[in-house]
């Protein structure tokens, strides 16, 4: 896949854009003064293969945790700031790695010169995040809630910090619907060579909002767009980070076992989604680069497969371990799934 070269910003040591590996961002959602809970929470996203955390900071009795939080992690943490500059200063004294806000949200040119500055001096990014529900009036006036009006507010955003000589930044423009989303970022990426944050905002629960971010967000990585990506669901942030991450490794775009399993048929003669569903998460956390396939039947199953780095296919009473399609030996169908494991931990250390 081509990917289209951006420039680079730095999330404290973190490379976003200009060809540096698409990164998976998600968001606390518990109260950020609460600093065990908040810290607990980013421990759990780190854990998923979350690799930036924004937090949100709504007033200052949520500023007053930040230096705290700082101290807690070394992740890379973005303070998520609506309209008080203020409190950009607060997180940006804090040690927090970049910033959230929308530039033309809060008040005036000076306002917009001392966070560009403070965060020029702290080497700290600015992102740009405009979503259907941030467009200004005007720009709904002329285009309607389209994806020229997203482009235009994020561009017109960053045309205030470019003012101030501040270009370390990166956009977000995010809709609920995924096509939105997409003709949004297709216009981004042709007007400017700023790092593109992808997300379908408001997606919807695990499920629909699984299958909405992927159309969104997978079309344009499969276009070459995007740097980094956040897979927004009303559910636990973690379930964000995990989608995320099987998104990525979907396209190739993030190291992992790649499962195949097939859809099952009348030649299935033992549990093959229980022991699909066992191989799945007994090996989703493994860094392998290995493709791993459970088939349903013999007959088929290994040719099917046979691009497979290691496969099963189950039978009435037993199966076949194989690898490129070729077997290596018959196992009781339900010591499948531990014979398969066993076999590519014992060739595949960690
Ligand atoms: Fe059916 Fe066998 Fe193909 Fe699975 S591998 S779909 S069970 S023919």
Redesign the pocket.
Known sequence: MRRKITRTIHVRGLAVGGGAPVSVQSMTNTRTQDVPATLAQIRRLETAGCQIVRLAVPNLEAARALPEIRRGTDMPLVADIHFDYKLALAALEAGFDKIRINPGNIGSPERVRLVADACRERGVPIRIGVNSGSVEKELLQKYGLTAQALCESALGHAKLLEDCGFEDICISAKASDPAVTVEANRLLSERCDYPLHLGVTEAGTKERGILKSAAGIGSLLLDGIGDTIRVSLTDAPEEEVRAGVELLRALGLRRGVQFIS???????EFD?IGTARAVEARLRDKPWDLTVAV???V???PG?ASHADYGI?GGKREGVLFRHGEPIRRVPADRLADALVELMESENPV
């Open positions: 097939c859809p099952t048929c009348g030649r299935t093959l088939m349903g039947c007959v088929n199953g099917e296919a």
